[in-house]
């Protein structure tokens, strides 16, 4: 179960008025006309499932593989890897998921040690098909692996792409599986497309709850069941002047590559110029609790009034430690906690927090996990994409290109052609 607590001026305009309407008729039909595809994933996917099951039925290595390597970078990466930090704990195999994401070599070096043909499947992502981080590493590991596309390597490894794209003409030419993604649907909306969906199978992961608990949320919002979104959209859209920092205060390390896939999302999906041709965004932030209760809290207490805070927690973590009733000499002031579990700590942590955020007048509301789980984390999924689509369709701008992030391309491509 996902649970949105709504205590405060996010919510105040609880009657739907125009603004909101025209959102929702506007997400309504980007998702009745197939022009956005991400909406009708959580059925569409079942598809991808179904032809993983029958193709690795075929070919076993890939599921007795231990370490699932995905190379892929943005949203090629960040969905996948987000779930994975979620679950990674519950998993009862050994297996690993590693991301090859950027173009760091220690980090490249590291990774490509713990490699062994053997006993790994490869999946390579990338929408384009030709971002240079992604393709530039994979070359590193064909060669590290001396990995011989003629021969049986080939069964370890999968290609993700779009339709026609020159990395689904290299898996056509050397005969390697392929699974595209719809082309209505943008790398940072794309993670229950096959690009979440192809790692998190043959980690083992119940991805059919993952679509379950995505589908249901996304239903429930074409239902009008789900109208906190629009208020919440609507408050961040009028208010985006003055509040134009959203922070997402997660309460679990589990939760940090979630933050990381949540900055992608809002930032480059919000962050344009709009039809008017003024430069529009929200500015999101991802903080972890309690650790930056040390560091970035006092800014949100005291600092300019430009935040709003969206606080995220797991109930039950279904794993524990209790804080021994250990009482030290000169430090007993900290005594009264003994006894209590750390779930029952960081839970009380960051409610304490969000009351003293609201008490020093900043916007903030809670989402809850009871548990990290598929079908929530699902959910949680659907519940941010859904607002970023209707944030963008108030905000007057393209919520699913990034024009702005090409002009670095070209400047690297010239760098080296040069
Ligand atoms: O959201 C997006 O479209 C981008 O962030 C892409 O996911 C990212 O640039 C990676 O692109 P590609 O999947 O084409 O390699």
Redesign the pocket.
């Known amino acids: 179960m996902i649970t949105f607590h709504r205590p405060t001026h996010f919510y105040e305009t609880l009657d739907t008025n125009h603004v909101m309407e025209d959102a929702f008729a506007k997400v309504q039909h980007e998702c009745q006309s197939d022009e956005i595809g991400y909406y009708k994933l959580p059925v569409t996917s079942r598809e991808v499932i179904r032809e993983l099951q029958a193709y690795t039925q075929d070919n076993s290595v890939l599921l007795e593989a231990q370490t699932v390597v995905a190379v892929?970078?943005?949203?090629?990466?960040?969905g996948a890897k987000a779930i994975d930090s979620l679950l990674r704990h519950k998993r009862t195999n050994a297996k690993e998921l590693i991301f090859f994401e950027n173009s760091d070599p220690v980090d490249i070096v590291s990774k490509l040690k713990k490699l062994q043909k053997e006993n790994l499947a490869l999946i390579l992502?990338?929408?384009?098909?030709?971002?240079i981080?992604?393709i530039s590493t994979f070359k590193a590991i064909v060669a590290y692996l001396d990995f011989d596309f003629a021969s049986d390597d080939a069964k370890r490894l999968i290609v993700i792409?779009?339709p026609d794209?020159i990395l689904s003409q290299f898996a056509q030419e050397y005969g390697i599986k392929e699974f595209t993604m719809p082309s209505n649907v943008?790398?940072?909306?794309?993670v229950l497309s096959a690009?979440g969906i192809v790692p998190l199978f043959l980690m083992g992961y119940d991805v059919e709850a993952l679509l379950e608990g995505a589908g249901s949320l996304i239903d429930r919002f074409f239902e009008r069941q789900e109208e906190h979104l629009l208020q919440k959209a609507y408050y961040l859209y009028t208010n985006n002047q003055t509040i134009s920092i959203n922070v997402l205060f997660a309460y679990s390390n589990l939760l940090e590559d979630f933050s990381k896939w949540y900055v992608?999302l809002w930032g480059?999906s919000l962050g344009k110029i709009d039809t008017q041709g003024n430069r529009v965004g929200l500015t999101p932030i991802g903080l972890t609790g309690s650790v930056d209760q040390h560091s970035f809290l006092q800014l949100i207490i005291e600092g300019p009034r430009n935040k709003s805070v969206t606080f995220m927690n797991i109930d039950d973590f279904e794993e524990d430690i209790t804080i021994p009733n250990i009482s030290l000499k000169r430090i007993e002031k900290t005594d009264y906690i003994n006894g209590n579990s750390f779930g029952k700590l960081i839970n009380a942590q960051c409610d304490a927090t969000m009351q003293s955020v609201m008490d020093s007048g900043v916007v903030a509301d809670k989402i809850s996990l009871s548990i990290a789980n598929e079908e929530n984390i699902g959910a949680l999924i659907a519940y941010f994409e859904l607002l970023t689509s209707i944030t963008g369709a108030m905000m007057g701008v393209n919520t699913y290109n990034?024009p702005g992030?090409e002009l670095g391309k070209d400047i690297l491509v010239k760098k080296f052609q040069a």
């Open positions: 892929g970078i943005g949203g090629s990466s960040l992502i990338s929408k384009s098909g030709g971002t981080e992604t792409t779009d794209s943008g790398g940072r909306f794309s690009v992608q480059e990034q992030v």
